[in-house]
């Protein structure tokens, strides 16, 4: 495709439930990014991929949260037992290369509502 | 990670040209200055970069002085559709960190 897809725009899930949030990023981009964006506020970094390597996971606010990417391309970001305060924007980024100077591209991100 | 300070908020008139200024003091040596921008209920897009002195693109200019200590937005003569929230960010090595923004607001 032409951009960052990310799948299901909306999710509603009851406290408790698993759910998963999936990203296709643009094709041959090695970086994918997974940011949490909560109502009025910027983008929150989660974890980081640099092909199926997750190098960087400081920003996961638990352990219930949990992503992949097992071939270097679709990655999977998973919230099990989903609390009210997970409610947020889920975004996800590539770019071609992580290195400074080069353009990130966003997906449109998920809507999770818990409730 | 350097943080940035920048405006809550601007307003502005349709065709004005608006500058938005970042603040970031403990810039390292060899980090970008991005700019991003957000319209409601899409990802963050964007703007243009650069490292020092002066870059444009079609959309806008990025003014840095010598210091790098700060960083000016500038788009010239804005739309209505410009209205945005508008993020700088000074590009560390691997994972890009935004700060609150500043929302822009372009009225008739």
């Known amino acids: 495709g032409a951009g960052v897809s990310q799948s299901p725009r909306y999710k509603v899930a009851k406290r408790g439930q698993d759910v998963a949030l999936r990203c296709d990023p643009i094709?041959?981009?090695?970086?994918l990014f997974w940011y949490q964006q909560a109502l009025g506020q910027g983008p929150e970094f989660l974890t980081y991929f640099q092909n199926e390597a997750q190098l960087d996971k400081s920003g996961l606010p638990s352990d219930r949260f949990f992503a992949e990417r097992p071939e270097g391309s679709v990655s999977t970001l998973k919230i099990q037992r989903t609390q009210q305060e997970d409610s947020a924007v889920y975004l996800c980024?590539?770019?071609?290369?992580?290195?400074?100077?080069?353009?990130?591209?966003f997906g449109q991100g998920t809507r999770l509502t818990v409730v | 990670l350097a943080k940035t300070t920048q405006p809550i908020s601007m307003d502005s008139y349709e065709g004005q040209e608006v500058n938005i200024t970042c603040s970031h003091n403990n810039i390292a040596t060899n980090d970008y200055i991005t700019w991003y921008q957000q319209f409601p209920s899409q990802g963050p897009r964007f703007i243009i970069q650069g490292y020092k002195t002066k870059v444009t693109n079609e959309v806008a200019s990025l003014f840095i002085p010598a210091d790098r200590k700060s960083s000016t937005l500038s788009l010239p003569r804005v739309s209505l559709s410009d209205t945005a929230v508008y993020y700088c960010l000074v590009e560390g090595f691997q994972k890009l960190v935004f700060g609150t923004g500043t929302r822009l607001l372009v009225s008739p």
């Open positions: 980024a590539s770019s071609l290369i992580r290195t400074k100077g080069t353009e990130a591209f």
């Open positions: 094709s041959g981009h090695v970086s």
